[in-house]
């Protein structure tokens, strides 16, 4: 298993490798650029293989729809308020199946009530404004004007997808939408909040 596991990522530097080395032919630019370009291809195809692999399980179980409006909902608020991540891909791909599958696959049996699903994106909101945009080691934004104008667009996202959610009638949705939201905003929460500083 870890074999096949190493040839995976040898195999997805190799094809962002060449893809990095094509576009920096073709722009004529630095080895800096070269190497943020081949980060930003092995990350594309990483995240690529993992949805796969995620979108593949929700159509053996018949949940790919559902999958896709709990998964369109986190993302819209993720892309902007960022969070924390597993330790490892493979962990990764582990815990994506688990949370983008099973979630789904209960919502027709969870029935949120008005209150409780107002209660939760305000909750959202309050994480959100607290800690977003939550940034790892490796992924570091450090004008504050980009962090503001980040937590500002994410909590846009979450008054929108809260909207949304309160106008539509079907309830397996609206636990689709509030839990995928939900998880985007848990996620903002850093592993050390003694060491986590506001963004103002």
Not at 61 to 75: C, N
Not at 93 to 110: D, E, K, Q
């Amino acid at each position: 298993m870890k074999g096949i596991q190493i040839q995976g990522m040898e195999m997805t530097e190799v094809v962002a490798d060449r893809c990095a080395s094509w576009l920096h032919k073709k722009s004529k630019g630095d080895r800096r650029r070269y190497l943020k370009m081949k980060l930003g291809f092995e990350t594309l195809f990483i995240n690529l293989s993992k949805m796969v692999v995620v979108y593949a399980v929700a159509l053996w179980f018949q949940i790919f729809l559902a999958t896709l409006l709990f998964h369109l909902s986190y993302y819209t608020i993720r892309r902007t308020s960022y969070g924390r991540h597993a330790g490892n891909s493979l962990m990764c791909s582990l815990i994506s199946i688990v949370i983008f599958v099973g979630i789904p696959y209960v919502a027709p049996f969870i029935v949120l009530p008005t209150s409780m699903i107002i209660l939760l994106f305000l909750i959202n909101g309050w994480l959100i404004y607290k800690f977003a945009p939550s940034f790892t080691t490796k992924n570091r934004i450090p004008s504050r004007k980009k962090q503001l104008k980040l937590r500002n667009q994410s909590l846009g996202t979450c008054i929108i997808i809260m909207a949304v959610t309160l106008m539509i009638s079907d309830s397996t949705a609206q636990t689709l939408l509030t839990s995928g939201a939900t998880l985007a905003s848990l996620l903002t929460i850093p592993n050390n909040i003694v060491k986590w500083r506001k963004v103002t």
